[in-house]
């Protein structure tokens, strides 16, 4: 299964950047049911969750990450969103979308924070 993550560039500490990922075609049907993710791995480290939106709504997020990222979800659109304001140079990675159910991957978006 191909997610396709978009959205992500260059931005200046304090800045901000929407990324979004689209489901494919082939669990349209069934994206609302699902649990949808972003992780990030910044490089020499391991890919972290930043946030979690569940099928209810339910969102969950990674402690350095809270009040400041938004993750959101369109079930119409089969799309998910993750707002990013007050972005920090640690912020810098590449970002993921993932599937809980089906531990499926998209091939993920470079953000980086510097001035």
């Known amino acids: 299964v191909q997610l396709q993550a978009s959205g992500g560039g260059l931005v200046q500490p304090g800045g901000s950047l929407r990324l979004s990922c689209a489901a494919p075609?082939?669990?349209?049907?069934?994206?609302?049911?699902?649990?949808m993710e972003w992780y990030r791995q910044a490089p020499g480290k391991q890919r972290e969750m930043v946030a979690r939106?569940?099928?209810?709504?339910?969102?969950k997020y990674e402690d350095s990450v809270k009040d400041r990222f938004t993750i959101s979800r369109d079930n119409a659109k089969k799309k998910i969103y993750l707002q990013m304001n007050s972005l920090k140079p640690d912020d810098t990675a590449v970002y993921y979308c993932?599937?809980?159910?089906?531990?499926?991957w998209g091939q993920g978006t470079q953000v980086t924070v510097s001035s």
């Open positions: 993932h599937i809980f159910e089906t531990n499926s």
């Open positions: 075609r082939t669990i349209s049907s069934t994206f609302w049911g699902l649990d």
């Open positions: 939106i569940m099928s209810d709504g339910t969102t």
